[in-house]
């Protein structure tokens, strides 16, 4: 004669438990570093101000984008590592979309004009590859993109 085997108790109550976690009750810990690129993003955005506000003849209009893309980058990538989040890839877009995935509805109206920071260098795929330097008259549109970026990430 057999007997039958008790049922897995720990099996059966997990059902009814209601002490597990869910995954909204994660917590992400912040990626090493988060603070130096805040930081950098800060010193990029002061250096575009500065060379912009005096005209400094060094820094043209295609490198004070490049200064202000650096800035926006080091900015978002801070945010995003505070969060414990990083980036697909380092295109205005994909950093714009990873702000949109992690602080839903937090860039508001700047996200596209972000995302249109990408047609001045298309530099990612060879057979694509384009660019068309911007003109000064664009750069304080871009400083004011930065600014309003770098207030929204320190809140």
């Given at each position: ?68 893309a650096m800035a926006i980058e ?82």
């Amino acid at each position: 004669m057999t007997t039958a085997q008790p049922k897995n108790s720990d099996m059966a109550s997990t059902a009814f438990r209601t002490d597990l976690i869910g995954f909204s009750d994660i917590k992400f810990q912040s990626i090493k570093g988060w603070e130096e690129y805040l930081h950098e993003g800060d010193q990029y955005l002061t250096t575009a101000r500065n060379a912009f506000a005096g005209q400094r003849h060094a820094f043209t209009a295609e490198i004070l984008y490049n200064v202000i893309a650096m800035a926006i980058e080091k900015l978002v990538m801070g945010a995003l590592m505070q969060s414990g989040n990083l980036p697909y890839n380092h295109t205005m877009r994909d950093l714009a979309e990873a702000m949109e995935e992690h602080f839903p509805g937090r860039l508001g109206g700047i996200k596209d004009r972000l995302i249109s920071l990408d047609a001045y260098q298309e530099i990612c795929d060879l057979d694509t590859y384009h660019r068309q330097p911007p003109t000064m008259e664009e750069i304080p549109a871009m400083l004011n993109l930065a600014i309003e970026l770098q207030e929204l990430v320190s809140r």
